[in-house]
């Protein structure tokens, strides 16, 4: 720990708030040094550019997305884990839009990063296993299904469905209902 007790841990999550404030676009290590009421040289300590401190906000978000989606599975498997699992997906982004930003981030080779989306990864397929689909089905379902989460709750959180008289809640149930049956029923060789 340095005299003006910034720790990594600190930085990266002063990082995530400001992320969850102002924007994940808009993080800068100036906007983090001014937070932490240091200069920006001090932050160099931890961090060699800005791309980096994305990255760990990145690996930051994924970690404890990987973790909300675990609790809410426990027990959990065919539809029921896969309407956990899109609830704790969902309930994050709302949380932290910042941070839910940051999970998509190109992570370009940040260990720490890679390893913090390989087990979001995992958690992802345990939601599959109860489909029972082989491979290459399961890659595909896992697009799929991401895909489709990712979509629905980027537009959502963005305001893309406000103009809409369906209740956001309505069409999330619907999506979830579609991705159960298209898993459950998808044509098989």
Known sequence: MARTG?????????????????????????????RLGVKDPSLYAYIRNARQLKAR???????????????????????????????AYRAYAHRHPGRFTAA?????????????????????RAVLRGYGLPEPDETDALRFFTGALAGFVTLETAGGFSRSPRETDASWAWLLDTIDFALRERPRP
Not at 8 to 31: I, K, P, Q, W, Y
Not at 58 to 72: N, R
Request: hydrophobic share 55%; aromatic share 4%.
């Open 6 to 34: 910034i720790t990594a841990e600190r930085l990266t999550r002063t990082a995530a708030e400001l992320a969850d404030e102002e924007g994940f676009d808009n993080l800068t290590v100036s906007a983090v040094a001014r």
């Open 57 to 87: 906000v990145a690996a930051l978000a994924l970690e404890e997305m990987a973790d909300a989606a675990a609790e809410a599975l426990a027990g959990r498997a065919g539809k029921d884990a896969l309407v956990a699992f899109a609830g």
């Open 104 to 124: 998509r981030f190109e992570l370009g080779g940040e260990a720490v990063a890679e390893e913090a989306a390989y087990r979001q990864s995992r958690m992802a």
